[in-house]
């Protein structure tokens, strides 16, 4: 079974940046579809960036100029580049990919002055 491990939250400013990682677990994992989620207290997990391998990317209308998904093929990681941050952003964050082992533990990003 493959896991997800997210990384590279963090407390930051309004206006700063942050960049998150997902790497598999096992090396033999071959990303398709993959999804960066985020999830704040008392509401749903929501879907704010999804690519696939041929580069097609879609965003949530909240983060659309502002966060950037890429897959580096070379290290087989996925990178969730979020910039201007703003308090709404504040969540824990998530990536999924289909034959993945389900949800990780996510990685904290907290916006905060």
């Known amino acids: 079974q493959v896991l997800l491990e997210e990384s590279g939250g963090g407390l930051v400013q309004p206006g700063g940046s942050l960049r998150l990682t997902c790497a598999p677990s096992?090396?033999?994992?071959?990303?398709?579809?993959v999804g960066w989620y985020r999830q704040a207290p008392g509401t749903n997990r929501e879907l704010v960036a999804a690519m696939t391998n041929y580069g097609n990317t879609n965003y949530a209308d909240a983060v659309k100029g502002r966060f950037t998904i890429s897959w580096d093929s070379d290290k087989n990681t996925v990178y969730l580049q979020m910039n201007s941050l703003k308090l709404e952003d504040t969540a824990v964050y998530y990536c999924?990919?289909?034959?993945?082992?389900?949800w990780g533990k996510g990685t904290q990003v907290t916006v905060s002055s």
């Open positions: 999924n990919a289909p034959g993945s082992g389900g």
């Open positions: 096992r090396s033999d994992f071959t990303f398709n579809v």
